[in-house]
Each structure stands twice: as C-alpha cells, then as structure tokens.
C-alpha cells in the first residue's frame, strides 16, 4: 500500500478551492440581513449631526405618534437601566445614547423600533433635539491646548483631554546613542485616519424570549465568545442563557470586533418588547461611528553612524482616539503593539513615548488590519529608514542589509523588548531587488530625470509580531487570548470542526480542513468547519490581529494529535501489537515490522465506536486550548516602482513586487489571496483613502463618493515570490499572513515617491500621497505634511 | 434604502409624462438613469412625494447625427451608448473623449447624458462638454418645445432652467463649422469620482484656422465654466506655441476653483493650464502630422 499524497487529500501546501465560495458565488451566504425571524421589528438610530454640543432638550413625542412605531429608547430609557454607558475593552466608558451632551459627529442619540425600517427612519427624523454647541476640537493638539474643553467631563478623575501616556524602551540607553551618533535624522509623520468599511456593514438581531428566558442574538462581530461575556456583564444576564451567533460575515478587517451602542439598544429592545429586533447600520453610519484606524502623529529621530548602522531610535507618538477610548488591545500595551517597530533590525537602544489624546471624533484607532497599530509601526519605521538613507547619502536598501538581524542571530531581542525567532531578511530582500531590477534602475532612474520624467523605487522591509497571543503578555479586559478547537470525528470517518475563531472572508472553511487532513490523513472535504455560534463552539477570543492560523490553527494540530493518540492505541488493539510496535504515516497506523498490517484512520474511527479496547472511553473527540509560547513573525520586502508625472502630481505604479515569508503555507492560494488584499489596501492607504475632518467636526468621508475605495480600475498588478522560513513553535511551522501586506505595503508605495522626488529636497508627503500634495512638493522643493501640521518644535 | 414616501408613475410618452408633471405641480421629479436622484433620495437629501420615471418611453432612446451635421443626444440615451458610440467616434471627439471619463462603468450604464445637464451638478462633466460645443437643451411643456443654450441651462448648483411642468427631451450639439477636433481631460482621484478639475475643448478648424472654439471647465467653479477669452484666443490666433501657452494661461484664469478635500484651489487652477495645453498640443501635433 503506498502513502497517501498530501496535496490530493487536500492537506498542507494544496491550494485547494475555497469550500465557502460554493455559497457565496450563488448569493446562498447568509449574512445577518438575510435572517428574518417572526414577529420581527425594526430599529433605526438617530444620530448626532454636531460634533460636540450640550443636549438641551430632546422631544420624541412626534415619533411616538407615528403609526408603527412601537418603542422610541433615548439615553433617558437607558439611564433608567443604569445602561447609558457601557464599558470599553480598553478600561473607559462609552455612551450608549448620549444623555448629557453629544462627543462626536455621529453619535448615537436615540433608537426607534418599529413595524419596518420606512417607518423607523421616518419616525427617527420626527425627533427634535435641541443642541447648545460647545468648542470642538478635531486634532490631538486642539485637544491639549491649555484651557481646552473637556471633551470627557462626565469622568470624575479625567482634568483634561489626555487619556495616558505610556511608555516603552530604554530612555537613557537611548539617550546615550544619540551622544554618540554621527548623524540624527528627525522625520515627523501624520498616519492618517481611515476606516476599515467592510462592503456588510454592522448589524444585529436580538430575540429574547420570555418564556425560556434566552437570548438569541445574530450579530456581525469578529469575535462571539467575547460579546457574549460583555453581554452578561452588561445586561447582568446569565451567560448561558445568552446565545451570540455570528453567521457570514462580510468582512470585518478589525470594525467588527467592538461592541457597538446599536448591538446593545437592540438587546434591550427586545428584551422590553418580547420581540426579535432588527437593525442594520447603513454606510454612512458605519462610516462615522465605529471603529476607525490608525489617526496617529509621529516624531521619530535616528542616531546613525557614518556607515549607516543605526545606534538608537526615538518615537514620540500622539494617538487620537476620537471621544471614547474604546479599542479592543491587549491591556498591558495602550497604543497596540506600536513598540514592534524595528523588530526586523539590530538596534542596540530605542524609546518610545505615546499619548492617547480624546478628540471630537469617532472613536477607535485599533482596526483596519493592523494587528494592534504594527500597521503604524512598520510605516513609521520604514519611512524613518528611508530618511536616514536619505539623510547618509546611502543607497535604500543597503542601509536595510547593514541593520538587518542576521539568520543565525535567532532567537533575537529587539530593542523594545520582543522576542523575534526565525527569518531570512537578506534573502527575501534580494530576491525582490532582483525581480524589479535594481540593479539598473539607478542609472535608468537617472537617465528618466534627463528627459523630465521622474521615476521611483521604494522599499519596504518588515518583520511583524502576529498571532496574539501567549498568556503572559496577552489578554483582553483580563481574559488570556488563547484559542481553542474541537474536533469530531464520527464513526464513518467524517469529521466535524469548530473553533473559537471567526472567519471574515479567510477562507478558514477550507483551511482548517486543510490542518485536520494533514494531521490525520483524512480527505479535508471529509471535514466540516463550524464556527460562530457560542452555544456549540468552544471559547475562543476571535479573528483578527492575524491570529487565527498562529492560534486557533495551532490548536486544531494540537486536538488532531489527541485524536491520533487515542487512534493509535485503537489501531495497536486491532492489529494485536504494543502501542509501542506502531508507526503513523499519513492516514494510517501499521505494524513496524509488517508495513503492510495496517489499520487506516477511518477503519480507526470506526472501531472507536463499535470495537474500542477494554476501557477505553468510547467516541473519537478531543478538544484543545492553545497558548502560544510566542507570536509568529513573518517577514516581507515590498517594493514598489513608481512614475511621478512632474505637471500634475499623478503617479502610476509601475510595478509592486511581494516577497513574503510566512513559514509554512497552508494554502497557497488563500496565502496569495491575503497579501493580494493586503497590498490593494495598502495602495489605497498610500493613494487615496482618508477620514478627515473639517473644524466643526463634520466627517469628509461619510460615503463611498467622499471615502475612496480603489477599484479594479486603478488597483496596480502585483507579482508575488515567497520564501519558506517555518515558525519554530506553532505545530505546523506556519505564521500570520492576513494582515503583512496591508502592515508593509503602505511605506513601499510612499518611498518610491519621496525616491522620485528627493533629489528636489523633498523627504516626505504625508498620506494619502495625492496629487496635489505631490505638484506641491515639486513645486517647492518641500516637505507636504497632511492637515493639521504636525508640530515643530518640543 | 429607505427614503421617505413616494409615489411613483410609469409613462409611455412625453404628452402623458408632462401631465403628470402638470398635475404633480412642483412636487414631482422625472427619473432616467436614477443615478443622481437615487443617491440623494436615499440620503433623504431629496423627498419628492411623486417620481415619474420616464425609462419607458422609448422614443427618448437614441442619439444620432442629422444631415446638418448636428447631434441629437436623447433623453435615454446612456452614457455607455456614448462610450460605445461609432457617430461620435466619428464626428464629435470631445464627447467621444469625455464618454468614458463620465462616473464608472457601472454608473454609466443606466446614467443619461440628459440626466447629467438637469442635474446641474458643477462637478458634471457633460456639462462643460456640451458647453465647449455650444450646445443647446430641447425642453418640452405643456404648450411645446422651447430651446435652452446649455451656458444657460444650469442656473444654479443643482437647479437648472426647466419648469416643473417641463421635460428635457434632448440635447442637441450645432453643426460644425469646419473639422471638429477636441478634447476632454480630468484629474480623477480614482474612476467613479467626480473631477477635481477638468477641461472640455472644442474646436472646428478649416483653411488652417480655427473657426469656432469652444473651452469649459468642470469642477472649478459654482457652476460649468465657460472660458471664453481663451476660446477667443485660439480664434483670433489659430494653434501655435504661443497662444497654446496664452489660452492655456487664459483658461486657468477663468477658473474660480475653492480648496477642498480634492485639492487646493492653486492645484486645480494650475490642472486646468495642464490639461487646457496637453489637449491643445495634441490637437496642434495630430493636425501636423497629418499635413
Ligand atoms: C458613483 C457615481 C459616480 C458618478 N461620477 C460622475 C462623474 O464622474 N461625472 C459626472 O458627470 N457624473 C457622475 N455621476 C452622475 C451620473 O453621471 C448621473 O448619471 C447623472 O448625473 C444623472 O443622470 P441620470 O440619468 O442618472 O439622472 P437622474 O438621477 O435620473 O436624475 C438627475 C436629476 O435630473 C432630473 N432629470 C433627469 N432627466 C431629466 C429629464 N429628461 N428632464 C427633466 N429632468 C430630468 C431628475 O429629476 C433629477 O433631479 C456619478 C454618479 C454615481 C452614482
């Protein structure tokens, strides 16, 4: 009997089709719009159209009046309930329905339920709210003016806008680097703010039923088990009788791990009316009220050598939050894992400092694919490289080959503190350089710049920490963030899988499969991937951060061996050896001295119901909770080639080349699909897409005409390469990959632009890089920093 | 979607549609392509209590170039049908040019060139096409026809010259008076946006010359911008280095552009000395080689 092939069961490295697609591709996904339960109501919330302003009064007696309008909840209702504020997963409070004044253009003010949505929307428009207007402040340096309004003056010990300041690294070791440097280059940076916009917007459908006492709520977040947990906290409901079910998702790139006012007045709707209560969020309101991303200034300086060996780097960070302090991070790091930054290179010293700022805007900060702000991180630290090559007189990517930790440097501490343990940085690096074709391009670039046309290439190097995340370090509100998996196998050898992660759009359908068949030699389409419902999966912190494979993957390894043990002790009875005499190969146990005695996994699964060994415990199940030892730290090169048309600004990319190393790949296919993804963000990022505001606090970005979304038409191609370095840890040696390009891309685009331009003194445009800010840069030979400016002295 | 109430009719010819614009008097809207009024309804930032939808009335559907010279655009007429048209890509290269810069390939399939005018949309391209070529709206009421000149049809940001109980029927681009040539450039931030800047050019040449020109500008004002003093230029002076650079010069001035997310307004005075001067080197360039 030969071995089975791997790739035709569908295991490790087949890029098998995606199972989940065969629903999606015939409109048969169900999404939470597409449930309709009986007796079902509606609910539309009515939003603040200021961004800061006292309520004066609010009059919903009209709405109240209207035929099918069956409950009207204002912050009033829920005051009542002690259910005005709720708290955030980062230790603040945020309003449900404002009671006393109005933080935010946006913000959610009052909620109707009725019959249909027509009515509820009609009845929102007939409430009157009468707003006296406050000081509105719309950046972090508004915000810490002396004398400013206090935006949170409903918190007792809160004097001013400030939220934390936090830091990280070694302040004086650094302080020494730079009395030793040959050279500090300083570069100050906004990363603006943009919003994830996951085409399904957020929504819910609560269902509380009286007479058994449950609640049944259908909701689009990213992580189920947590909701529910913050549901029978909040609503001090039992937490078995609390059932969250995230059916199809579409999309959530971190909006939809929060808990958000509208989940929460949906619940106690239903709770008042005894009836399932539907509300969907349209675009603007996804736009305008949760979580955004990023919105961070940086200043960063480098003490640098001659040859260009950086001895120590500074980072002060301020973060602009908006009005709540509401993102979903790990407790013990306030701004995310911004500290990540210059974890791919050797650098003896480094401090950062971060302030968390509350503005007159949505709040969040943490999304947007960003595996907690390492989005923030790596572009700070690659425009930080690129300058100091700049400021050297050094060719880009030597700087980046002279600081790179070297292959055999592993494991390796970085400056701030993380643990990096794998990588080929040089390899990956020249790889891309040789596929766009470095070599020539200088002197091509130069000969471009003859004939008036500016050309560009831009690099970007990153290793980032994904897959949060061991107990020690990782936890949310106190809660570890482990993973975990259940597998069943029945008796005909079929399985059933469920984790306690949540697919967006990953693909986990598919892949998770993938793991089982590569751990018990079961065809994956034996298996079934269940996942989002937390009466049936096991506990799990959810998707995002990219920590589903580095987690929730490693944890179905880990039940697929315990399924293996105890179906080797099966096989071991059937074949009468010792347990000792037998050997595994994919999908079968057979006799070490007689390879063709064998007892395949199915025949195994089978026996375990019908012909298990004198005590054993029947059925063939296991289940495992996964605490990784570290986070897995993929590395990628982007490099992108650009033209810059010198008369308008416009630039085109010419070329983008990937170079990812992500360890093993589980599917190769969905592996392309992610960083394909990731680098169209990453264009958007660098070309187009912002929030922003104007000074009374009014959202320029409200919809799809005002927040661009790049479409085919203007997406560059992307060639990818990859490198195979496997994590050291996880089961199968894979690691995060969901979010690298989307983390790495941006800095690639935007340095092929300052590479076409810097020769005119030009060393930064802030993003998005558009074309006016671009023909401005040219025309003065200066730096373009985005609105507002960052500040220019301490 | 979910707008306010509205009641909706369905016409079979423009007699039938106009009464019951009469009827509706004021509070009725003609819907074509849908794709302005549907996004303003839906954000309720439009309420009419009644929509006649005039998709039905097939007469409206076509464009066509008469034995005059001129060019009759429908009401139904689509910009993809535009996009895809062999009467323009022979005789009318601005709106050739401009048909596929218009919104996206989506959009374009149900929006109307028509739908595009009365919507009067500073930031519509049609518009400062059709006034680059001199173009005129055929509106239709209740006691006929009458004829707007399109430099005179939009009165306002979004408002333009009809009555409530009128119909654009058409539109309709004069015979040339020579060889038309043009063009038409915009800076977009991504397909489907609208421009932040963009130049309509019109010329019909004869004997050499320039006979008539037209130049617009769309984005850079309260409303279509006709640049007439650079039109003029080109007139008095045909097509050389020197009045390209002039009526370049000239067309950027007659920009009133605001600084806004899509740019500052030196940025979009300076696209439009770009753009006026790339399509006017184009024309200048193609005319020689062929001579
Ligand atoms: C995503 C998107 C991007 C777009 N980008 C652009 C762009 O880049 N450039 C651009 O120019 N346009 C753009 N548009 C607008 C588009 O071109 C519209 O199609 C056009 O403005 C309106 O034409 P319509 O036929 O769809 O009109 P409708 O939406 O049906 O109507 C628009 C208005 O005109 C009135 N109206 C329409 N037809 C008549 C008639 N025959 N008689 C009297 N009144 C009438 C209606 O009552 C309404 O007030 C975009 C639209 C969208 C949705």
Redesign the interface.
Known sequence: MTALDEIKIGGLGASRRRVEDNRFIRGKGNYVDDITLPGMLHM?ILRSPVAHARIVSIDTSKAWAMPGVRLVITGETLAARNLAWMPTLSYDTQAVLATDKVRFQGQEIAAVIADD??TA??AC?AIVVEYEPLPVMVNPYQAMEDGAERIRDDKENQPDNVIYDWEVGDRDGTERAFAEADLVSKIQLHYPRSHPSPIETCGSIADFNRATQKLTVYMTTQAPHIIRAAVAMVAELPEQMIRIIAPDIGGGFGNKVPVYPGYVVSILASILLEKPVKWIEDR?GNLISTGFARDIYLEGEMALRKDGKILGVRMNCIADHGAFFSDAQPSKFKIGLLHSAFACYDIPAAHLTARGVYTNKAPGGVAYRCSFRVTEAMFFQERMVETAAIDLGMDPAEIRRVNFVRDDDFPHRTAFGFLTDSGQYTKCLDLGLEAIGYDTFRQEQEEARKRGRLLGIGISTMTEPLGAGNSREFDILGIKMFDSAELRIHMTGKALLRTGARSQGQGHETTWAQIVAHELGLPAEDVTVEEGDTDTAPFGMGTYASRSTPVAGAAISMAARKIRAKARKIAAHLLEVSEEDVEWELGRFYVRSRPEQGVTIQEAAMAAYSNMPDGMEPGLEAIAYYDPPNLTWPFAAYIAKVEVDP????WDVLRMVAVDDCGVRINPMIVEGQIMGGLTEAYAMAS?QYI?FDAEGNC?GS?F??Y????A??TPGFELHEVVTPCPHHPIGAKGIGECAAVGGPAAFVNAVIDAVKHLGVKNIDMPV???RV??AIKTGKDVSGAPPVRTDG | M?P??FEYEAPETVAEAVGLLVEGHGSAKVLAGGQSLI?MMK??FASPEMLVDINGISDLEYHRRDADGSIRVGALCRHATLEQSQVLADHQPTMAAASALVA?PIVRNRGTLVGSLCHADPQGDWAAVMASLGASVIAQGPTGERVIPVQEFAVGPFQNALAYDEIAVAAVVPPPKGKPEGGYLK?E??????A?AGVAVSLDRSAGGVARAGIALTGVGPRTIVAEEAAAILVERGLDPDSIAEAARAAAGAAQPKTD????AE?KR??VE?FTSRILKRIAGSSEEAA
Do not use: A, Q, S
Not at chain 1, 647 to 650: D, K, Q, R
Not at chain 1, 708 to 711: A, D, I, R
Not at chain 2, 261 to 264: A, F, I, N
């Open positions: 539309e949505p027509y929307k009609d428009e603007t008369e308008t600004g416009v187009m922003t320029i919809n005409t005002d661009l979304l790049p479409t038409w203007e558009l074309p006016d023909y401005e | 979910y306010p109430r996004p954000t309720r996206d800076m931030r991504r397909v489907g946006d609208f932040t997310h899509r740019g500052t940025y300076h696209l770009v």
